[in-house]
């Protein structure tokens, strides 16, 4: 039985037809319609339906909701409040949703149930496939200063030894050095703590990724800057946890959004602005993925991200993210924007379940398609060289990257690494659970084992105002809105010769494939993987 429930707000109904597939860890149910004699889905209204399957579907983990126009009626956006399953067995499960239903075909909702965020397994995902998945590198040598005895993680190796896991290329580790003494901002007349810690993950025997040593307090070993275990006390376990998830929060807002995709953009497109003709064959390829870049980050710069911003009442507070994005500019590889080397470089070439390194592969092989176009209008390498309207616009970039296109092959890697920066590289989720992502603790890291309980965790997370300020921005940032154009989408005619309109043509096509071999995948995958689906993503930085 599914029950469902719309809104209450005016508009809330829809007159398009909707469909919810059941899916559980032992199958899928029939797609149902949800169409019964009398009125459907109307504002403030609660129906029950029956889903058909033919086989048990085993412990229920998603709803998957999907709309499609009604015979020559226009799209018509649908809310949802939420959806409550019963099972043959009598159980409820709730859904709640709460979100506008968008579009038609291919956009759906989807309705994730048992994603457990204090569970070690799932901890361990987010790094390979959550929100920030460019921090964990292979370690096949333990750092000096993070000395984990074979002892300490013994009983977490599933009879194995930590040198021969390292050696067999299971064990990984997040150093968050960069972190080490940024400025912070005061709180209630304290300064807050950001800490730059280190920790220690091993896949195990079921392919999970899982975290098995957390050095949190500083760099440095010391008796007040304890290691802590999957063995201690689970107050204990999980605020080390919550230290690193911190870190890597703020690392993840101010570097790998903000600076690496919104900033970075911003300098490409302004110099394509400046210095590349309405009709050059560049600027026509790469404009639509210019899409609102300037003007979410003339907006961002005051209401996020700057000294009155949100990120303001992060731990940093707006110097500190000032100061780390300094330093990470400072490190910036040219090499690291491409998502290929970056996997290579990271030691993740085989690590298993890793989505955010299978889908990007082949989004990426996919967006090479830019490869065919440039050599059309760029037969030989002397044709980029005697470009200098293309010229002019690499050598206003930037100082970290090439000054001049030498070759075609360099005009190629370069489009599609600005692609998949604005494309696939901006698309990412599960930041709105507080104790999962947390951009502001308010108490220092513990220095000793065993003094922690779970009064201590309330107290080092957000307050409720705090939190709701940090899930509202994280909601604004991940949300849906209608006017999206997504990936490949070009609505604006621009070129007019058949052989670019071809090549795009193929583009769209490979992109339409891709998103099914993804839907077919995501059957089976739990939690589903979808943030690099190109029916999800758009073709530009648009918030
Ligand atoms: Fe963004």
């Known amino acids: ?59 229920l983990l998603l709803v998957k909701v999907g709309k499609n126009l009604y015979h020559c009626l226009p799209d018509d956006e649908l809310f949802y409040s939420k959806i409550v399953v019963t099972t043959p067995e009598g159980e409820s499960i709730l859904f709640p949703s709460y979100r506008w239903l968008i579009g038609h075909r291919k956009h759906q909702l989807i309705f994730k149930k048992g994603l457990h965020w204090i569970e070690d397994e799932f901890y361990g995902y987010q790094f390979l496939n959550g929100v920030n998945p460019n921090a964990i590198t292979k370690c096949s040598e333990l750092p000096k200063n993070f000395p984990v005895t074979e002892e300490m993680v013994k009983p977490f190796l599933e009879g194995s030894s930590l040198q021969s896991e390292m050696t067999k290329g299971n064990i990984f580790i997040y150093d968050q050095k960069k972190m080490e003494g940024l400025p912070v901002r005061d709180y209630e007349g304290k300064p807050l703590h950001v800490t730059p810690g280190l920790c220690l993950l091993y896949v195990n025997s079921k392919q999970n990724l899982v975290p098995i040593a957390i050095q949190q307090l500083h760099q440095e070993p010391a008796e007040e800057n304890p290691i802590f275990l999957p063995s201690d006390s689970e107050t204990d376990w999980l605020l080390a946890k919550i230290f690193i998830k911190n870190a890597d929060a703020l690392n993840h807002q101010a570097v790998t959004h903000l600076m690496r995709t919104h ?55 707006y110097d500190g993210i000032i100061e780390l994005m300094r ?51 760029y037969p030989t390498d002397d044709d980029v060289r005697k470009d200098t309207e293309l010229q002019e616009w690499i050598s206003e970039i930037f100082t970290h990257f090439p000054t001049c296109f030498r070759t075609v092959e360099e005009v190629i890697r370069f489009i599609t690494m600005f692609i998949f920066t604005v494309s696939g ?37 957000p307050n409720v105002g705090e939190a709701v300020g940090f899930a509202t921005m994280a909601i ?36 339409a494939n891709l998103t099914k071999e993804i839907e077919q995948r995501n059957s089976a995958a739990e939690p589903p993987y979808i943030y690099l689906d190109p029916s999800q993503m758009e073709n530009s930085i648009a918030i």
């Open 476 to 511: 604004v940032l991940t949300g849906n809105y209608a006017d999206k154009v997504f990936l490949g989408n070009y609505p604006h005619e621009r070129f007019d010769e058949p052989v670019p309109k071809k090549i795009i043509e193929e583009f769209q096509a490979k992109l």
């Open 1 to 59: 039985k599914v029950e469902v429930t719309t809104g209450s707000m005016t508009q809330a109904g829809t007159f398009n037809h909707v469909c919810v597939t059941l899916i559980g860890t032992r199958g899928v149910s029939e797609r149902t319609k949800l169409d019964k004699i009398g009125p459907d889905l109307e504002t403030a209204m609660k129906r029950v339906y029956n889903a058909k399957t033919q086989l048990p579907l085993g412990k």
């Open 425 to 461: 590289q901006h698309s990412y989720d599960y930041c709105s659970m507080m104790p999962n992502y947390s951009l502001l603790l308010r108490k220092p890291p513990p220095t000793s084992k065993g003094q922690s309980t779970k009064e201590t965790i309330l107290e080092t997370l």
């Open 327 to 377: 330093r990470s500019l400072a490190q910036i590889t040219y090499s690291s924007f491409f998502l290929p080397e970056n996997i290579t470089a990271r030691g993740l070439d085989s690590i298993p379940n890793n989505y955010y390194r299978d889908d990007g592969l082949k989004l990426w092989n996919i967006i090479s398609f830019v490869k065919t176009m440039v050599e059309y209008y």
């Open 263 to 317: 900033f970075l953009a911003e300098v490409y497109i302004v110099a394509a602005l400046r210095c590349l003709p309405e009709i050059h064959p560049i600027y026509k390829l790469l404009f639509p993925h210019f899409r609102y870049t300037l003007h979410i980050n003339t907006g961002g710069r005051k209401s996020l991200f700057g000294p009155d911003g949100a990120l303001h009442t992060s731990s940093l507070g």
